[in-house]
């Protein structure tokens, strides 16, 4: 196979495998610091093709996603094409809505956009830049790219984590979850208006199982089921119409009558998987390559963070090539600071997927949910969710959970035997806070400043 990439001039090159979401933005970051890029998509240019598909249709973007964007004057472009979703909105077993915030401030929610528009946006100012070469169906495993460095932006199935694999520059581990997901659809009413509360996540909690409803800025709603793929309730025994439509009414009877064929759009929908990837280190200086984005990093989706993770990836490499130095440095300064916050957020997402199915329709965990909030309003400074230390900040992912197992304990012993949160003794509230979390209050007292 020839080498496509064109090899003009002498000056430093550096190819991004992958033109997705991650390697979209790091190819802008870079040529908007004047680097000579060429960029590698396996797939055909959604600018002239229109969008191909493959993950979610939609997700969600929050703080570290849009500053990372802000870096490539592209937040305000993204969030006016985004549907604000300041909190979630619960469908127990039986009926009845329940709206509860993520956070306690009006600038605290996160925004649902589309992936296929979010990534043409990047495409596009991408295209504008002269020093950049976009090779479209282009396989990057088919390519020379000896003496270029290389960014591994190539998602999950990664082929250039898989060579740093293959020649023993690091190891690493790939765990499948053994829930798969289905995407389903609810239209617009008629005049584009939306059929569900608009400005909110959708849950509906069923224990083992779980669906869930991003807004799309047409009216529409993108659901996805989160189901084991075996078991009493899972993909396996929801073969026939018949199973399709009982199980959908039987658990979701609301979300059922909203969806106009509910049994064809499940039976001609693929069924996504997700799992975790792990690696020991993200770089070779052997091989002068570097790992971004999901193919460092896969995670579930469960904190909505995913791409809010590999943004952050792009901003923290942005950051430190203003800084100056050579790419073997750079690359191992990324891996070294970023491995153990991909790490965390790893952890927490997978955690945050039981809480979501089993817990959010639990009335302790609602009355523990509750006491959180009350702290954090009554003692500002001294105490924030991790929910929206993730969310709603840019503090270190490892802080927020390591600061959140310790709230865990917390919550639970305030709550013991409480039955309501004005039940709540606050002087035993302040004295576990100070004895517990003091290490934490500089990044929570800084409430407008380099964390947020
Ligand atoms: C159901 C679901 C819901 C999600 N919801 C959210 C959410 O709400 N918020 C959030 O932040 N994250 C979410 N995520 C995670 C998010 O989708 C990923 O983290 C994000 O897409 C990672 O971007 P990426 O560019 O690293 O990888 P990808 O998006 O996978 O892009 C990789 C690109 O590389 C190309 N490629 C692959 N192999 C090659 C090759 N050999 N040569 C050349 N090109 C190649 C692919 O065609 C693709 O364009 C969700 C994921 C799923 C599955």
């Keep these: 196979m020839p080498n496509p990439i064109s090899k003009r001039g002498d000056s430093e090159r550096i190819v991004v495998a992958g033109a997705g979401l991650v390697g979209a933005l ?93 990534n043409e946006i990047l495409l596009q100012k991408l295209s504008t830049f002269s020093t950049v070469e976009i090779l479209y169906d282009t396989a990057v495993e088919n390519l020379d790219v000896e003496g270029d460095f290389l960014l591994g932006c ?56 779980m669906l869930i409803a991003l807004p799309n800025l047409d009216g529409s709603y993108t659901l996805t089921l989160f189901l084991p793929y075996e078991g009493a309730e899972s993909f396996a025994t929801l073969k026939s119409d018949e199973q399709i439509s009982s199980f959908l009414e039987r658990h979701f009877p609301d979300v059922a009558a909203l969806i106009p064929d509910p049994v064809a759009e499940f039976k001609s929908n693929p069924t996504g998987q997700m799992g975790t990837v792990r690696c020991s280190r993200w770089d070779s200086a052997g091989l002068r390559t570097l790992l971004l984005g999901d193919a460092a990093h896969a995670i579930v989706p469960f904190f909505g963070q995913g791409m809010n993770c590999g943004f952050e990836d792009c901003a923290f490499l942005d950051e430190l090539l203003e800084k100056g130095g050579d790419w073997t440095a750079i690359a191992r300064e990324v891996s070294k600071v970023r491995k153990p916050n991909s790490d965390a957020i790893a952890t927490m997402a997978l955690e945050n997927f039981v809480e979501m199915r089993d817990f959010v329709g639990d009335p302790k965990f609602l009355l523990q949910k509750e006491v959180e909030k009350n702290l954090e309003k009554t003692f500002p400074g001294r105490y924030r969710s991790r929910y929206e230390m993730v969310s709603f900040s840019r503090i270190p992912y490892r802080v927020a959970y390591e600061a959140g ?48």
């Design 154 to 209: 190539d998602g999950g199935g990664s082929a250039v984590r898989r060579r740093l694999v293959e020649k023993g520059e690091i190891t690493s581990t790939e765990e499948i979850l053994d829930y798969g997901y289905k995407e389903l659809s609810i239209p617009a009413a008629p005049g584009g208006k939306w059929q569900m509360t608009k400005e909110a996540l959708h849950i509906w909690p069923r224990g083992k199982f």
């Design 405 to 452: 197992e310790k709230q865990k304990r917390l919550l639970a012993t305030l709550c013991e035997s409480i039955h309501s949160v004005d039940d709540v003794d606050k002087n035993a509230a302040q004295n576990l806070i100070e004895a517990n979390l003091k290490e934490y209050f500089t990044y929570w007292e800084d409430q407008n400043g380099s964390w947020n």
């Design 26 to 118: 790091a190819a802008l970051l870079l040529a908007q610091k004047g680097k000579r890029v060429v960029v590698v998509e396996r797939r055909s240019d959604p600018l002239k093709h229109g969008w191909a598909g493959g993950r979610s249709i939609n997700l969600a973007i929050s703080t570290r996603g849009l500053t990372a964007l802000s870096r490539v004057g592209l937040r305000e472009k993204a969030l006016a094409e985004a549907v604000r979703m300041p909190g979630r909105q619960i469908h127990p077993v039986g009926g009845g809505e329940v709206f509860q915030a993520y956070g306690t401030q009006a600038h605290h929610c996160i925004h649902s956009i589309s992936r296929g528009r979010l």
